[in-house]
């Protein structure tokens, strides 16, 4: 009798789909106020995927103030209450369940209706908040590595989230979770809502903390690695320049973040060309990181492989393969997987072991392509270093920004 008093049968058969759905979801909010929160909350997050996993991530995220929300407008408290909320959704056809325990789904259609169920525009930018905020909590830290399925349903979120707070400008102070969410798209596409994602992350940061802010500076490097993607090379060497001006200025010229943007460069150069730029952004990256981190350092080794590759290029055969067998014997003794580029550092020595400097190249048609995972890939700044990279040691010990090495290689070499 209770569970009949909860879930009363309705008939709807002189009603439109749209009223239907209205008064279910009345009726939803009569029974059990959490389960209607959780679908308004869900209009800005991915239908395909309803789980406590982004709200679990949410209620742990150490950044958030206790006492931030009102206590009427809070998520559920716990995978328990999560799923007696999704439950009473699921008995009035709002969601439906799917073969993994504990996930459900929301009709494509009844998704749309529910963001339209929502007429007032301050609750619709409160639930749009906390929507960034739950995807960019989601984000695993960059030293843990995250499965290609679990990337997938994250970046659904990611993305819908992105574009419903696009269409609210008015929503602002969220620098930090834009930042955050971007960084992470940016590792598996380039697409341009990415890049807006980082353009309104760098307004926030601007305004918020200034031009010449550290964490403002790591955004414009991290778009000008995203432009380089997008094959917008006048942008690239824009948001660069930018970055490196700013960066000496706060941190010094011999600082690993500055290095970091001048090997960027010597990457833009290098693909503009401009082999001389190219030589001198290299060697430059290559003088400070010695010194900073050491000769056996994988991004001391990155700059070697780069300058390697660029000296490959342009036929200076002694210069390359002095510079490969440094890159090979460094990476043969580091603790980082860099097979990849072990093995296509073989594949050049052989090729470039003729005598007197000469290249033996009558066996091979085309030059092949070097793995581009690690040392031909830009250093982006982490999407966390607010305050961290300014007060980071500049020599020994991990670097303050890391490399974009996805498991992409590692995935391909393993299959």
């Known amino acids: 009798m209770a569970y009949q008093d909860r879930y009363p049968l309705q008939e709807y058969a002189e009603r439109s789909v749209l009223t239907t759905w209205k008064m279910s979801y009345e009726q939803v909010r009569t029974v059990e106020p959490r389960a209607a929160l959780l679908l308004d909350q869900w209009a800005f997050l991915h239908p395909g995927e309803v789980s406590y996993g982004l709200i679990e991530a949410y209620n742990d995220d150490p950044e958030l103030v206790v006492g931030e929300e009102e206590e009427d407008e809070a998520l559920v408290a716990d995978e328990l209450s999560f799923l007696d909320a999704v ?3 699921a008995e009035y056809s709002l969601v439906n369940s799917m073969e993994d325990k504990g996930r459900f789904s929301i009709h494509a259609v009844v998704h749309e209706w529910s963001l339209y169920n929502i007429a007032d525009d301050d609750t619709r930018e409160r639930l749009c908040v906390r929507a960034i905020r739950m995807v960019a909590a989601s984000v695993p830290p960059s030293s843990v590595a995250i499965g290609l399925q679990e990337a997938q349903r994250l970046l659904s979120h990611a993305r819908l989230a992105a574009r419903r707070h696009a269409k609210m400008e008015q929503v602002t102070g969220l620098h930090s979770e ?13 697409s341009q809502e990415v890049v807006s994602l980082y353009l309104r992350a760098l307004r926030g940061y601007e305004e918020a903390l200034g031009a010449k802010h550290t964490s ?15 094959g917008k090379l006048k942008e690239v060497e824009e ?8 960066k000496e200025e706060a941190w010094g010229a011999k600082h690993t973040s500055t290095l970091d943007t001048v090997n960027n460069l010597g990457n833009l150069y290098k693909n503009q060309g401009k082999l001389k730029e190219a030589e001198e952004m290299y060697l430059r990256a290559l003088r400070g990181r010695e010194e900073a981190w050491g000769a056996k ?7 070697v492989y780069n300058l390697a590759n660029l000296y490959n290029e342009q036929d200076e055969i002694a210069k390359a393969k002095a510079m490969y067998e440094r890159a090979v014997e460094g990476y043969e003794d580091v603790e980082v997987d860099c097979e990849a580029h072990i093995a296509y550092i073989t594949e050049q020595l052989s090729l470039l072991g003729g005598t007197d400097g000469e290249a033996d190249r009558g066996c091979q048609a085309v030059d092949p392509q070097p ?45």
């Open 239 to 246: 948001m660069y320049l930018r970055a490196l001006r700013g």
């Open 178 to 190: 834009l930042h955050q969410v971007a960084y992470f798209m940016s590792d598996w596409e380039s």
């Open 87 to 89: 439950g009473v959704l």
């Open 297 to 303: 350092h994988t991004s001391t080794l990155d700059t």
């Open 216 to 230: 403002t500076l790591n955004t414009v490097n991290n778009l000008g690695i995203l432009y380089a993607d997008q």
């Open 371 to 415: 793995p581009t995972s690690a040392a031909d890939t830009a250093t982006r700044a982490s999407a966390v270093a607010v305050t961290d990279l300014t007060n980071a040691p500049n020599a020994g010990g991990a670097a303050p920004v890391r490399h974009r090495k996805r498991d992409f290689l590692l995935r391909v070499l393993k299959r």
